[in-house]
């Protein structure tokens, strides 16, 4: 029995090597992963003035980690002040370390009829948060961090998902930065 897939197979070109170069970079990644840091002291954990605010990364794709799934940074927001408001692709949750304050949220809002409709609500949600609270941001919500103590910083612990990044998504969006970046 014949099968048109086979005899195009036989007579078709291009050819490409794909799986074969899928397995190389496989053996790459495996030694390369070996020599990975498994432990990060505090020492090595940067520091970044960016425009989603002051963070200093505990894990990123750029540390050259073992951890290969998530992104984390701690984020400390001045008194008074408030973090970027920025959204991206990947859900993210953060834990309250110190101080209190609130975050708004912008879901995204969305229709699914004959057109695909997509915006961000006008109206933001407000959670309000103190030390010890968790607080989850739905995927692609336009967020911010607002340090409601006007004497001491508030510092939370922050984490997203790196695979959704990694898989195509990579959509992060600064819609404003904090006050205290002087950046461009």
Known sequence: MKHPEVDAFKSENPRAPFYQQAL??????????????????KEEMPWEESPQGLIKHVTNIHMDTAECAIETYIQLIPSGSRSGKHRHMAEEVFYVIEGHGYDLHWDVEFEVTDKYYWDWKKEPQKFEWEKGDFVY????????????????????????????????????EQVENAPEYKGK
Do not use: C
């Open 137 to 172: 941001i739905p995927p692609y919500t336009m967020h911010q961090h607002f340090n409601a103590d006007d004497e001491k910083p508030a510092q939370i612990y922050s984490s997203t998902n790196r695979i959704v990044k990694e898989i195509g998504y990579n959509w992060l």
């Open 24 to 41: 190389q970079d496989s053996a790459r990644f495996k030694e390369a992963y070996k020599k990975r840091k498994k432990h990060i002291k």
